[in-house]
């Protein structure tokens, strides 16, 4: 059972950074694609970003492309979302999520098994 922890979360002045980070236990980390979610108060949670096992491809939700970079560590069992020039609408609580399936892009919810609990952005104007 593949346990996941997220961290790095805060407070952040618009136009900020932040690097979230999601560790990973209880199983093989190279062999699950890895996702990031955030869900706004009120809203549905939504898809941020992919990665694919090895980290050679990755994936974006159209209004964070260019501004957030996902990435991973195997060996240290670990998925990174670097988040860059920060806006309020990216307040949320932030999900690392992993795939077992295939190798490939998954922008849903549904298609991921795991989910951490959450660590909680807000972005200040």
């Known amino acids: 059972q593949l346990q996941l922890v997220e961290s790095g979360g805060g407070l952040v002045q618009a136009g900020g950074s932040l690097r979230l980070s999601c560790a990973a236990s209880?199983?093989?980390?190279?062999?699950?694609?890895m996702g990031w979610f955030r869900q706004a108060p009120g809203k549905e949670r939504e898809f941020v970003a992919t990665?694919?096992?090895?980290?050679?491809?990755?994936g974006y939700t159209d209004s964070v492309r260019g501004r957030f970079a996902i990435s991973r560590d195997n060996a240290r069992n670990t998925v990174y979302l670097q988040m860059n020039s920060l806006k309020t609408e990216d307040t949320g609580v932030y999900y690392c999520?992993?795939?077992?399936?295939?190798?490939?892009?998954?922008?849903?919810?549904?298609?991921?098994?795991?989910w951490g609990q959450g660590t909680q952005v807000t972005v200040s104007s």
């Open positions: 990665i694919g096992r090895s980290g050679s491809w990755s």
């Open positions: 209880g199983g093989i980390f190279s062999g699950y694609v």
């Open positions: 999520a992993a795939r077992g399936d295939k190798d490939v892009a998954a922008n849903q919810a549904y298609e991921y098994s795991y």
